[in-house]
C-alpha cells in the first residue's frame, strides 16, 4: 500500500487551469503507476489519465485529451494533473491512485488500482 494525499482543486471558471498535485508516500514510488480519476454526482467514477515509472502515459475520455496532462516526479514522490481550457463538465472530485503492473505497462482499469487518495473537488463554473 501506499499513502496518498491529493491537493490543488477548486474553483474555477469555464476557460480556465488547475493544476492537481498528489503525494505519495508509503512504498517504493517507483514501483508503481500513477492514475487520476474523477466522480461526478451520480455518476462513475472514470478513469482520466496514468503514467508508469518511465514517464508512459495513457489518458481516457476523448473530451480530456489535448487538454489534460499527467506527469510525475519520482524523486519528489509527486504525481500531477494539468488541466486546461476547463469546462463544467470537469466539474467532479479528482482521486489519485497508485497500483502495481508489470514493468513499463500502462492500466485504465480502476481494479488495477489498490491505494487511493480521499479525492480533491474541482468545480467549473460557467
Known amino acids: 500500500q501506499v499513502q496518498l494525499v491529493e491537493s490543488g482543486g477548486g474553483l474555477v471558471q469555464a476557460g480556465g487551469s488547475l493544476r492537481l498535485s498528489c503525494a505519495a508516500s508509503?512504498?517504493?514510488?517507483?514501483?508503481?503507476?500513477m492514475g487520476w480519476f474523477r466522480q461526478a454526482p451520480g455518476k462513475e467514477r472514470e478513469f482520466v489519465a496514468a503514467?508508469?515509472?518511465?514517464?508512459?502515459?495513457?489518458y481516457g475520455a476523448d473530451s480530456v485529451k489535448g487538454r489534460f496532462t499527467i506527469s510525475r516526479d519520482n524523486a519528489k514522490n509527486m504525481v500531477y494533473l494539468q488541466m486546461n481550457s476547463l469546462t463544467p463538465e470537469d466539474t467532479a472530485a479528482y482521486y489519485c491512485?497508485?497500483?502495481?503492473?508489470?514493468?513499463?505497462?500502462?492500466?485504465?482499469?480502476?481494479?488495477?488500482?489498490?491505494?487511493w487518495g480521499q479525492g480533491t473537488q474541482v468545480t467549473v463554473s460557467s
Open positions: 508509503g512504498r517504493t514510488f517507483g514501483n508503481f503507476v
Open positions: 503514467i508508469n515509472w518511465s514517464g508512459g502515459t495513457i
Open positions: 491512485a497508485a497500483g502495481r503492473i508489470p514493468y513499463g505497462t500502462l492500466t485504465t482499469q480502476r481494479a488495477d488500482f489498490g491505494s
